[in-house]
């Protein structure tokens, strides 16, 4: 059995694997009816392990400390929100998808409520258009502050990971003093946002940008220049551009595999993206190094977005004319934005009524870790972490 | 003048000594463990839980969390080796247990004045990894097997450079008794100046930098922490201890940690030994300069342990046999061709 990771896939094929299919496919079922062999060691990695923020499970066939096979093993937070959205009306639903990821709740409604009014033929306000993106933008560092610190403590080292608890929280504090919820602001409205801004909210938020900033720099020094952090994470999970693209990985981790790609640029406009000046960051290596080094740089492009944008604020309503009873006419939608975790989209069939038909949700998460049993093999225990890790996933992301 | 009544019997005399040992273990645990886990910690990571349980700087945080351990079950998996699991942290706590009866504190404040004293606690001190292997084995636990193996590959990676730095140390003192070793620098002179005697950490700074090293790897403190590794191992040869039991663990890691840190004081600063200081008076001030030396030095432990992140096992050994040993060996070799050439 190889250690190394197979040869890239020609055009449209997908990778090849050593591993004999039979034995790959049940390992999920190894404990209970597969005999251990001699050498071979199956380790349970989750569904309770600190590193799998929340409840995968990683089946993992070990040589030693060398990984043979993993098989991510989903669903054990599964709370069948598709199925609930088909009883639930348009308006009900924001407050489901906000748990889809939880880190980054305002962003997870923004795509499903778009998709609602271009159905409906309504245009939220400009102000409303230009909130939901500093919401977003700011939902985006609250996600990537504690995804800088966390990789921190998975490759072993504590303190970052609380420094990135505690500068979130200020960032936080700025959603919950707009929204009312800290983690679920369930703050879209078809047709516009519940709220205007508070006063002296944009004061708060310029020094907090700062203060963010400051933070990154905090980041670079502390984690990403530390020498044994680069040695832990440099050439560790390598995703190649093509196949990266091929397995659906989409958000930063692919921008970490050299692909220029940003949905905020290149997808259709649902919010104003484009009257700000800001950048694409991408990182030719694809290895865990590069998806930290690449979210780091997302931080501080997303604090100068909002910082921007905050400068740049439209004065108006936030709330378009809607009737009381908001019903979707007849028609289908796929709307999909730029999440924190990567590309997000809803695909909703509306029959008329006050409810949709049918809501696929695409999340990020999900494909993210697709790639992982490719990922894996011929790595080392401790940098199963490290890929863990630098993926970033949500376990709602994934279950939905 | 203080006089220390010691025409006591042999078997009173044990007795005493033994108790101080044994008392010297937690207590020195519990000390580091407020002082660097609690608070130091707490102020670079801005934690605010230890900062404030019973009112004043967070005091009361460390008693709480001593009696969470003793009320909690005391859990033993079905499948584990039963003895052996009990024995194990008593086994981790016995090699701390052993080191202290080496260390001298005053001229004649020392349990046992061996004249193999270095060689002596280096070799006790690697004891503990027995008990970590046989937690790892006896838990019957991957996780835990998976911690137990590490740390004896770690463990045969470092003691290599931990002797090696220490015996520039002892080439230059000329002898192995850790008592000889504190005369030594206490009776040297900087250029002719002997007003604060000769530490050693002035000759070998590179000794002193590898026995660092090395030490933090023996007491599998990161960044040399995989038999422990929280974030993937969850805790390693640990996992399944409980309560009391994970208490010893607790204290056996922190009282090591003490233990090196007055190895390393003793070696390189020069232990109890106070300019100008003779005889009771010295008996009375050593304890005290021996501590502030120990403080310093975990200080420098705990600091490294807060801020780095963990290397992976094959990074260690690498580490280790490409960088610790060559560099000790140069640093071997050009301490005896100074000591023989000056």
């Given at each position: 059995m190889t250690t190394t990771n197979p040869t890239l896939p020609g055009p449209g094929g997908l990778p090849e694997f050593e591993v004999d299919p039979a034995l790959y496919r049940h390992l999920a079922d190894a404990q209970v009816n597969v005999e251990l062999d001699t050498g071979d060691m199956i380790l349970n990695l989750g569904p309770q392990h600190p590193a799998t923020h929340g409840t995968l499970r990683l089946v993992v066939r070990l040589d030693g400390e060398r990984v043979v096979a993993a098989d991510p093993v989903i669903g054990y937070m599964h709370r069948g929100y598709e199925k609930l959205t088909e009883v639930r009306t348009y308006p009900q639903i924001t407050t489901l998808i906000n748990r889809i990821d939880w880190l980054s709740s305002f962003a997870n409604e923004v795509p499903f409520v778009a998709a609602a009014e271009e159905l409906m033929g309504i245009e939220a306000p400009p102000r409303a258009l230009q909130i939901r993106l500093v919401l977003t933008e700011l939902s985006r560092i609250a996600t990537f502050l504690l995804f800088l610190g966390e990789m921190g403590l998975q490759v072993g080292a504590i303190t970052p990971a609380f420094y990135g608890f505690r500068d979130r929280e200020y960032v936080l504090n700025l959603i919950e003093a707009v929204t009312g919820g800290r983690f679920h602001p369930n703050f879209n409205r078809i047709g516009g946002l519940k709220d205007d801004l508070p006063w002296g909210w944009l004061n708060d938020t310029r020094h907090t940008m700062e203060k963010v900033l400051d933070s990154c720099d905090t980041f670079e020094t502390l984690v990403a220049d530390n020498p044994i952090f680069e040695k832990r994470t440099r050439s560790i999970g390598i995703i190649p551009a093509e196949l990266g693209a091929a397995y659906g990985v989409s958000g930063s981790n692919l921008r970490a595999c050299?692909?220029?790609?940003d949905l905020r640029r290149d997808g259709r406009a649902f919010l104003p993206y484009s009257d700000l000046e800001w950048k694409v960051w991408t990182h030719p290596d694809g290895d865990s190094f590069a998806r930290y080094w690449v979210r780091l740089q997302e931080t501080r492009e997303s604090a100068r977005m909002v910082l921007q944008a905050l400068d740049g604020l439209a004065s108006g309503p936030v709330m378009a004319k809607v009737p009381r009873i908001i019903k979707v006419p007849e028609g289908e939608n796929w709307v999909s934005c730029e999440n924190p975790l990567g590309e997000m989209g809803y695909y909703v069939v509306s029959k008329g009524a006050t409810g949709p038909f049918r809501v696929k949700i695409r999340s990020a998460s999900f494909s993210n870790v697709s790639i992982l049993p490719w990922l894996l093999r011929g790595v080392y225990v401790p940098d199963v972490i490290t890929i863990l890790g630098s993926l970033y996933f949500i376990l709602g992301d994934i279950d939905r | 003048m203080l006089e220390l009544a010691l025409d006591v019997g042999w078997g009173t005399t044990l007795a005493v000594k033994t108790i101080v040992v044994l008392m010297l273990i937690p207590a020195g645990a519990l000390i580091l463990g407020y002082t660097f886990l609690l608070k130091m910690m707490s102020h670079m990571q801005s934690r605010l839980g230890p900062m404030d349980p019973g009112g004043f700087h967070g005091w009361y945080q460390l008693v709480g969390d001593g009696l969470k351990f003793i009320q909690k079950e005391d859990i033993m998996p079905a499948e584990a080796d039963r003895r052996v699991f009990a024995f194990a942290p008593a086994v981790v706590v016995i090699s701390t247990f052993l080191v202290f009866v080496v260390i001298p504190a005053g001229p004649r404040l020392v349990v046992a004045p061996l004249d193999v004293g270095v060689f002596y606690a280096l070799a006790v001190s690697s004891l503990s990894v027995i008990g970590v292997l046989m937690a790892g084995w006896a838990s019957a636990n991957k996780y835990s097997l998976l911690g137990g193996l590490r740390a004896a590959a770690q463990l045969i990676a470092y003691e290599l450079p931990l002797v090696l730095a220490v015996v520039g140390v002892v080439v230059q003192a000329g002898t192995m008794s850790l008592q000889g070793i504190v005369e030594a620098q206490r009776d040297g002179a900087i250029f002719g100046w002997d007003g604060v005697g000769f530490p050693f950490v002035l000759t070998q700074v590179v000794g002193f930098g590898l026995f660092m090293v090395a030490a933090q790897a023996e007491l599998t403190q990161p960044p040399f922490d995989m038999p422990v590794a929280e974030s993937e191992l969850v805790g390693g040869y640990m996992v399944e201890y409980t309560g009391f039991r994970f208490l010893f663990f607790f204290i056996g890691e922190f009282g090591t940690a003490f233990a090196f840190a007055a190895l390393a004081a003793t070696l390189f600063l020069g232990g109890w030994a106070v300019p100008g200081v003779e005889g009771t008076a010295a008996d009375v001030l050593g304890p005290i300069v021996l501590f502030a030396k120990i403080m310093f030095v975990a200080f420098l432990m705990f600091w490294a342990r807060f801020t780095y992140p963990r290397l992976r096992e094959d990074q260690l050994q690498s580490l280790a046999w490409k960088w610790l040993i060559p560099i000790a060996l140069v640093n071997i070799l050009v301490t005896g061709i100074l000591k023989v050439a000056v």
């Open positions: 050299g692909v220029d790609w | -």
